[in-house]
């Protein structure tokens, strides 16, 4: 149960993170109140994709444990 709950987390966060990668990509981002007026929409970007590579990565892993098991 709880590698449910995590692979479902995971995938949650890959999704929201892929979606303001391309945003942000696409020049749709604008600075505000969820990107943060301090950090800036390109940095936003960048740790968006990073958020995006690791919960893929956290998620192939969870997915290979369980059909090891």
């Known amino acids: 149960m709880i590698k449910g709950v995590a692979l479902s ?3 949650a ?3 929201t993170s892929f979606i303001f990668s391309i945003a942000g990509i ?3 981002l604008k600075p505000n ?3 943060g007026a301090v950090v800036g929409s390109s940095t936003f970007v960048n740790y ?3 958020a995006t590579i ?3 990565v956290i998620a192939a892993c ?3 444990i ?4």
Request: positive net charge; hydrophobic residues 60%; proline residues 0%.
């Open 62 to 64: 969870i997915i290979i």
């Open 54 to 56: 690791l919960s893929f």
């Open 48 to 50: 968006s994709i990073f």
């Open 66 to 69: 369980m059909r090891h098991r």
């Open 9 to 11: 987390l995971t995938i």
């Open 13 to 15: 966060i890959f999704v």
């Open 26 to 28: 696409t020049n749709n």
């Open 33 to 35: 109140i969820i990107t």
